[in-house]
T-cell receptor, first 113, second 112 residues
Framework: DQQVKQNSPSLSVQEGRISILNCDYT??????FLWYKKYPAEGPTFLIS?????DKNEDGRFTVFLNKSAKHLSLHIVPSQPGDSAVYFC????????????FGDGTTLTVKP | NAGVTQTPKFRVLKTGQSMTLLCAQD?????MYWYRQDPGMGLRLIHY???????AKGEVPDGYNVSRLKKQNFLLGLESAAPSQTSVYFC???????????FGPGTRLLVL
């Protein structure tokens, strides 16, 4: 039973447009959510996070929205740039359990020039 | 400040051989993790450690062992490699609960 799901394996957008990546979770104990970005042949790197006490967190071109009632979060990138092309992983943790995060399978974003 | 480093970057093993993957961090973080990533899948937790001298099993621990004798190092061992262990292995370090994980560059392992 996958507790964190990214239902879109891939997404393609035009440069300058908005990219929206989605993530759903099933465990209501999750209260901290993160997005990581991964380029080929590199390890994932932290992008942005959100605590369950908030419904939005913004950092430059990146905004994460959290809808607790729907157990859904999304990452908005605007405007999208070709350098944003990467795999994006959603992760969730519950503040206990040795700080462990549960990861989704990732969404491959391609931004076309 | 190198962050998290992994050794080796790439290795080919024959079935039944053993090897140890080394993860080192210079951030003085308490928590360390070993993941594997297979094509089209996310990161699956193998083992983790919440401090020097402690280890615990994650989601997919079978066939692996770990040790954390020093705070900065987390070793992942394969006693008898199997083709199913062909994967990319990532190590991560984290300061504490609900903090960011810092990942190493990965080790690509091929078991023939």
């Amino acid at each position: 039973d996958q507790q964190v799901k990214q239902n879109s394996p891939s997404l393609s957008v035009q440069e300058g447009r908005i990219s929206i990546l989605n993530c759903d979770y099933t465990n209501s104990m999750f209260d901290y959510f993160l997005w990581y970005k991964k380029y080929p042949a590199e390890g994932p790197t932290f992008l942005i996070s959100i605590s369950s006490i908030k419904d939005k967190n913004e950092d430059g071109r990146f905004t994460v929205f959290l809808n607790k009632s729907a157990k859904h979060l999304s990452l908005h990138i605007v405007p999208s740039q070709p350098g944003d092309s990467a795999v994006y992983f959603c992760a969730a943790s519950d503040g206990t359990n040795a700080g462990k995060s549960t990861f989704g399978d990732g969404t491959t974003l391609t931004v076309k020039p | 400040n190198a962050g998290v480093t992994q050794t080796p970057k790439f290795r080919v093993l024959k079935t039944g051989q053993s090897m140890t993957l080394l993860c080192a961090q210079d951030m003085n973080h308490e928590y360390m993790y070993w993941y594997r990533q297979d094509p089209g899948m996310g990161l699956r937790l193998i083992h983790y450690s919440v401090g020097e001298g402690t280890t615990a099993k994650g989601e997919v621990p079978d066939g692996y062992n770990v040790s954390r004798l020093k705070k900065q190092n987390f070793l992942l061992g394969l006693e008898s490699a199997a083709p199913s262990q062909t994967s990319v292995y990532f190590c991560a370090a984290q300061r504490g609960p609900q903090e960011t994980q810092y990942f190493g560059p990965g080790t690509r392992l091929l078991v023939l």
